[in-house]
């Protein structure tokens, strides 16, 4: 069965960075897009950006230009997401998920379970 | 970037009652809208796909609808299990998700 899973929680001081893990099993991982979606307490669901497990490809939304990378290991079948420069308002659950497709015009098929990131002084 | 505007925000309902969730793109997505639930605590799951498919194992009271920028996501009879917040997505990229509707049990 198709599992995503992540590393555990994180807590950060800000300014500094924080890179999460999302270690896929059960499918083919070159055939899905991985997408990383983030959750502050009590609020909705924020898309960041996704990675082709393929080509390698990235497309991040706009206020994480330049704070943030997507990474895939596919010897591992493992996807990483680096946030850098942290401040408070990081504070969130991220989320990996699975794309239903190798391009990103699929919806969310799969989760991880969430990584806690906490970034506090 | 279009915008996803759900409504209403939160919402009260009785077990029984039909409840709709609207979801309006800022500009025409076709149909790649797609419906989560998301329960208390819980990981997010897919509902509803291109506007109305329904997910495998989703159970039958959960329909949508629409195409272009209005959608719906309609529940014809609340159980208790439905308690959660709703999202819409768009899934043509970005990748942008509706702002979310709490529901909750009269």
């Known amino acids: 069965q198709v599992q995503l899973v992540q590393s555990g929680a994180e807590v950060k001081q800000p300014g500094a960075s924080v890179k999460v893990s999302c270690k896929t099993s059960?499918?083919?991982?070159?055939?899905?897009?991985i997408i990383w979606v983030r959750q502050a307490p009590g609020q909705g669901l924020e898309w960041m950006g996704w990675?082709?497990?393929?080509?390698?490809?990235?497309n991040f939304e706009q206020k994480f230009l330049g704070r943030v990378t997507m990474t895939t290991d596919t010897s591992t079948t493992t996807a990483y997401m680096e946030l850098r420069s942290l401040r408070s308002d990081d504070t969130a659950v991220y989320y990996c998920?699975?794309?239903?497709?190798?391009?990103?015009?699929?919806?969310?098929?799969?989760w991880g379970q969430g990584t806690l990131v906490t970034v506090s002084s | 970037d279009i915008q996803m505007t759900q409504s209403p925000p939160s919402l009260s309902a009785s077990v029984g009652d039909r409840v709709t969730i609207t979801c309006r793109a800022s500009?025409?997505?076709?149909?790649?809208l797609a419906w989560y639930q998301q329960q208390p605590g819980k990981v997010p799951k897919l509902l509803i796909y291109?506007?109305?498919t329904l997910q495998s194992g989703v159970p039958s009271r959960f329909s949508g609808s629409g195409s272009g920028t209005d959608f719906t996501l309609t529940i014809s009879s609340l159980q208790p299990e439905d308690i959660a917040t709703y999202y819409c997505?768009?899934?043509?990229?970005?990748?942008?998700f509706g702002q979310g509707t709490r529901l909750e049990i009269k």
């Open positions: 500009q025409g997505i076709s149909n790649y």
């Open positions: 291109a506007a109305s």
């Open positions: 997505q768009k899934y043509n990229s970005p990748l942008t």
């Open positions: 990675i082709s497990a393929y080509t390698g490809n990235t």
């Open positions: 059960g499918y083919t991982f070159t055939s899905n897009i």
């Open positions: 998920a699975r794309v239903a497709g190798i391009t990103p015009r699929y919806p969310i098929d799969y």
